[in-house]
C-alpha cells in the first residue's frame, strides 16, 4: 500500500486510481484522488491558450456606403447582420472583386470561413472565388484555394494545407445570379 502510494503522489494518479479502484480500495482511493485533483487545479498549465487572432479590415475594392451602410469593415466585425456590399448606387463595378484582411499577430491557417448575407436577399452572395495569403499584403502569388459555393446562406469553409500568413484576400470572380456585386457578412480564417 505504501509503494502504490508513493507512486500516486509522484504523479501517475489517473492510472493509479484505477489500479486501486480495481483492487477494491475504493475509500482509501477517493481521498488520494481529491489530493490529486486539487495538485492538478493548483499546477501551471503545461502550455499557453492560443492567442486570439484579431481580423481586420485592410482594403476592398469597391464598398457602397452612401445607399447603405456597405462598408468593407462590415465583414469582419463579428456581427452577421451587417455585411460588406460592393458599390451599387450610381454605378455598379463588375466582378472579380476582392477584400484583404489582415491576421493579428500573423498566424498559420488551414482555411477561411465566408458566411453569406444573413438577410432577404442574396444580391451579391459570391459563387466562384479564389483565396489567397500572404506575408506583405502586396504579393499574395497563387491561390491557395479556388472553387464554387453552394448557393445557399450556410456558412462556408474552406480547408488547405496550412499556411503561415499575416495577410488574406478573398476574390470573388462571380456572383450567384450573374449580377456585378459582393457581399459577404462575415470572412473569418481557420486557424491550424
Ligand atoms: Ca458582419
Not at 491561390?143 to 470573388?172: D, H, M, Q, W, Y
Amino acid at each position: 500500500m505504501k509503494i502504490k502510494m508513493n507512486l500516486m503522489l509522484a504523479g501517475a494518479s489517473a492510472l493509479a486510481v484505477g489500479l486501486f479502484l480495481s483492487a477494491g480500495c475504493a475509500s482509501w482511493t477517493a481521498n488520494t484522488a481529491g489530493k490529486a485533483v486539487v495538485s492538478e487545479l493548483t499546477s501551471p498549465p503545461v502550455a499557453p491558450a492560443a492567442p486570439k487572432i484579431a481580423l481586420k479590415l485592410v482594403r476592398v475594392d469597391s464598398e457602397e456606403t452612401a445607399g447603405e451602410d456597405g462598408k468593407g469593415a462590415n465583414a469582419v466585425d463579428g456581427d452577421p447582420n451587417t455585411f460588406w456590399h460592393t458599390q451599387w448606387q450610381d454605378a455598379s463595378p463588375e466582378c472579380p472583386h476582392e477584400i484583404v484582411i489582415e491576421l493579428t499577430p500573423p498566424a498559420t491557417i488551414k482555411g477561411f470561413t465566408y458566411l453569406p448575407r444573413q438577410d432577404d436577399s442574396d444580391h451579391g452572395t459570391i459563387k466562384g472565388y479564389e483565396f489567397y495569403v500572404s506575408n506583405d499584403g502586396q504579393d499574395f502569388g497563387q491561390p491557395v484555394a479556388k472553387g464554387e459555393f453552394e448557393n445557399s446562406k450556410n456558412l462556408k469553409t474552406v480547408t488547405f494545407e496550412p499556411k503561415a500568413c499575416r495577410f488574406i484576400k478573398l476574390k470573388a470572380l462571380s456572383e450567384v445570379n450573374g449580377e456585378a456585386w459582393t457581399t459577404a457578412a462575415e470572412i473569418g480564417m481557420v486557424p491550424q
